[in-house]
């Protein structure tokens, strides 16, 4: 008996090596669109950079999409327009739901968190603004039109008991031509949400001194309402010439892709998104948070089982049991997150994410 069992589990590990051999020696896309962001964000900088290591690994033809970002990404990704996107989980929720700016459920899965987006309201420094309740009345840029910033800012206005469309003289500019439009006198403020420094607000810094407006007791308010997707930040001082610390919010970034894509392409790309870290380390400074667990973290985005199946082999989603029904436990924390933001994984969890799950539990349901 116990030899028959053994016969066949060799049998059953033979034949899982040799499904995996014939998928690792599966063709990788010749072809990559990569929906972006604005010059001048660390979306496009880091989108661009993947699309070179692309072209260098795999000898494939690329297309790097300029875009309003975030809400345009999901919607190009979805559609077919695009093979992979860079999204805010508060617009991928969105997306999911078919709420929002969407009509209805987009079919996009993750192939990896990747680091927190900052929410910046820019001054000029000699303004009178000095709190988010002060933009009432001002002309203000809340991105582009089909950005991720779109969302945020109208969340915060509302939050200070701003209406985005009536309560401020509205602007829906880029963050290249939201600061070219601060330095010249056209808007009082923008919103923009990117990694640090985002380069159109630090080149924008160096020659006209800027001010950071602080979300301050908004960020809990931000939090409560819709869960963590929105996570209580700081901005350091000295950057962007800052005098002091800045309080603000941090929004989770990931790649997604449509759910529809081949698990082969989306291990392949996963997998070259990691082997490339040094290069998109040199492209823009937030790609050294690129991690494979803090990866993990794509709530609520749930990851395609291609990209779980990378996970699984590198180990991260390795499930080791001690006795018949005790199982260890395995911890996935952002990189960027405090430690008392952690998302402890069952080895229930862990089978659910390897299938192609999302590694954190829900949390409060958006309410607009």
């Known amino acids: 008996m116990r030899g028959s069992r053994a016969i066949a589990l060799a049998a059953a590990l033979l034949l899982v090596g040799a499904l995996t051999a014939c998928e690792s020696s599966t063709s990788p896309p010749a072809h990559v669109v990569i929906a972006s962001g604005g010059v001048g964000g660390v979306y496009h900088a880091l989108g661009t950079a993947f699309a070179g290591a692309i072209r260098k690994s795999w000898s494939a033809e690329t297309d790097v999409m300029t875009t309003a970002a975030a809400i345009e990404n999901l919607r190009l990704v979805a559609g077919g327009q695009a093979d992979v996107g860079f999204a805010t989980v508060d617009s991928a929720a969105l997306a999911i739901e078919g709420s929002g700016p969407f009509d209805e459920s987009l079919p996009i899965v993750a192939l990896a968190g990747l680091y927190d987006d900052y929410l910046q309201i820019v001054v000029r420094a000699d303004g009178p603004l000095h709190e988010v309740g002060d933009l009432r009345g001002r002309r203000v840029s809340t991105g582009s039109v089909g950005s991720g910033t779109e969302v945020?800012?109208?969340?915060v206005l509302k939050a200070a008991g701003i209406d985005i469309d009536t309560g401020i003289s509205r602007h829906r500019l880029s963050a290249v031509y939201s600061a070219e439009a601060l330095r010249s006198g056209q808007i009082d403020a923008f919103f923009f949400t990117g990694g640090l420094p985002t380069p159109a607000v630090d080149e924008l810094a160096r020659t006209f001194p800027i001010r950071l407006l602080p979300v301050g007791e908004l960020a809990a308010d931000l939090y409560r309402r819709y869960g963590d997707v929105y996570l209580p930040r700081s901005i350091p001082v000295n950057l962007y010439g800052l005098a002091k610390e800045v309080t603000t919010v941090g929004i989770p970034n990931v790649l997604v892709v449509r759910r529809s894509m081949s698990d082969a392409d989306a291990r392949a790309l996963t997998a070259l998104l990691f082997a490339s870290k040094p290069t998109l380390v040199a492209a823009h400074a937030e790609a050294r948070r690129l991690?494979?667990?803090?990866?993990?973290?794509?709530?609520?985005?749930?990851?395609?089982p291609g990209a779980a199946a990378y996970y699984r082999e590198s180990k991260v989603l390795a499930l080791r049991t001690a006795g018949t029904n005790h199982h260890r436990y395995s911890r996935v924390r952002r990189q960027s997150r405090p430690p008392s933001v952690e998302t402890?994984?069952?080895?229930?969890?862990?089978r659910r994410i390897a299938r192609g799950g999302y590694a954190t539990r829900p949390g409060p349901r958006p309410a607009e």
């Open 152 to 155: 945020v800012a109208n969340r």
């Open 291 to 304: 991690d494979r667990r803090a990866a993990l973290a794509t709530f609520p985005v749930r990851l395609h």
């Open 344 to 350: 402890r994984l069952t080895s229930g969890s862990l």
